[in-house]
């Protein structure tokens, strides 16, 4: 079992930059892939970035791909996404989520947090 608790989201403004922390309880939260997704109101939930358990490979979604990196911490059990640039397209609740094995682009994921919203304005 896995708990996930998400911070860092709330408003900036375009061009700006927020660092989103989600926080996971547990001692195997190394052996987990993490994956950071976003839903805009009225819009599904869409993968934004992956980790492998030992950070050594990534993935992003082709629309965050060089203003966006995710990066985890296994000593403090905390993966991280750095977003830069943002822009009003980007606002939408942020959401963590684990899952064993490879990095997939869809939310099949075991574990979710609550998210944090993230707000860019123009």
């Known amino acids: 079992q896995v708990q996930l608790v998400e911070s860092g989201g709330g408003l900036v403004q375009a061009g700006g930059s927020l660092r989103l922390s989600c926080a996971a309880s547990g001692r195997t939260f190394s052996s987990y892939t993490m994956g950071w997704f976003r839903q805009a109101p009225g819009k599904e939930r869409v993968f934004v970035a992956g980790i492998s358990w030992s950070g050594a490979n990534t993935r992003y979604a082709d629309s965050v791909k060089g203003r966006f990196t995710i990066s985890r911490d296994n000593a403090k059990n905390t993966v991280y996404l750095q977003m830069n640039s943002l822009k009003p397209e980007d606002t939408a609740v942020y959401s963590c989520?684990?899952?064993?094995?490879?990095?997939?682009?869809?939310?099949?994921?075991?574990?979710w947090g609550q998210g944090t919203q993230v707000t860019v304005s123009s």
């Open positions: 989520a684990a899952r064993q094995g490879l990095i997939v682009p869809t939310t099949s994921y075991n574990y």
